[in-house]
């Protein structure tokens, strides 16, 4: 798929919603949507574009000098399974090695609570190189365990 992955300096909040506003199957709650918008404003975006159209982002949260975390990120479910996940996270990584960043986290839902489409998440992540480390079960909720995944982007770990 031909795209292009850069990163975003304006209008970051309003890329956020409108993407995971057009993912239900994964964010279904209006003021989770909300929370990372505005977060999202404030964090280091990549948006991966089609014919200058954003049709997916990943923003990072730096933690520590050692460690950040691909905070939230989607594509349009038209671009899922095209590559621009991948490119996405190419990107991220790429920037996060040059600031010295040794281990690139992500959150999802655990597979102790079944979800077809979170298990297509586990599954991508698992794919691009994403080790599970460990579940927290109230994290979010009861409903919705938490599933910690981390991959080393030192090869040396």
């Avoid at 281990?103 to 609570?113: H, N, Q, S």
């Amino acid at each position: 798929m031909a795209g292009m992955v850069a990163l975003i300096e304006a209008n970051k909040a309003t890329i956020c919603l409108d993407i995971l506003r057009a993912l239900p199957e994964w964010f279904a709650l209006p003021q989770a949507i909300e929370t990372y918008a505005r977060a999202a404003e404030d964090l280091p975006m990549f948006g991966f574009s089609i014919s200058g159209n954003v049709v997916g982002f990943l923003s990072l949260k730096f933690h520590t000098p050692a460690a950040a975390e691909a905070y939230v990120l989607g594509v349009k479910k038209p671009w899922q399974r095209q590559g621009a996940g991948s490119k996405l996270f190419a990107a991220a990584e790429a920037s996060c090695r040059a600031a010295g960043i040794k281990f690139l986290t992500v959150k999802t839902l655990a597979a102790t609570r079944p979800d077809a489409f979170y298990a297509k998440t586990r599954a991508f992540y698992a794919a691009i190189g994403f080790l599970p480390l460990e579940v927290f079960p109230t994290l979010w909720n009861a409903d919705n365990p938490c599933l910690l995944m981390v991959k080393p982007l030192d090869p040396r770990i």
